[in-house]
């Protein structure tokens, strides 16, 4: 009966015209009226915490373009766990007939996972030096908890760094977004969040990297997208960066 009872509210609060469940009483102020303001509450509530999330979002489009659209997906996609830090992850393609606000909500939901993700140390450099260097191809990296690769439509760092400072944004994004669009990082090694865009032959690296492949073929398919990759460079802005925490070698796994 309870259980019922507490679907029946959870279903209603989240309505469109919310109306109280049967054997909801009333007082000096009627079961509708004091049901309409709880539930007013609930979804405003989890619109605010969309806002929380999505800042840069809600500035692109305004805040009442934004409310509606975040009311709009918190009755079609209520919170499924017990913690508003996991909420909204289906936000950006709830924006898909928008495609700048799709995208830039996209990223922003990888920095907030970024952001929230669990501690780790990043690699020392010094420690590859005992490596010899015939064993290279047969490295594993693992990457930082932290390390989000996302391939975006439309170059939005730009975009959101403007909004994210109160500044104009830089203008319209192009119509015919550039091919392959842009490749962006987002990674924090220590207290800071940062996101970066790199190339078509570093995010293969780096997607490979992720996927458990050692270095010599997570470079021979960066080599395929882009055959100027300077894999020593790369390598090395970001140890500098603190991408990686870890290497080892399969045996060792």
Known sequence: MLRDLQAAMRRQLLSAHPAPPPGIPGDAIPAPVRFAVHANNVVG???????????????????????RAAAGYVRRHPPHVPQLLAFG???????????EAAELARFEWAWNAAFFAADAPMLDPADLRAVPQQRYPELRFTLHPSAHLLTVAHPVLDLWKALRHDEPPPGPLPIDPPPGGEQVLIVRPLAEVYAVAIGRGEFTLLLALSAGADLGHAATAAAGTDPGLDLQAALLAHLQLGTFTAFYFPLEE
């Open 45 to 67: 509530s989890l619109v605010e915490a969309l806002e929380a999330a999505f800042p840069a979002t809600a500035r692109l489009l305004g805040r009442a373009v934004f409310r």
């Open 89 to 99: 992850d289906r936000f950006p393609d709830h924006l898909d007939e928008m495609p």
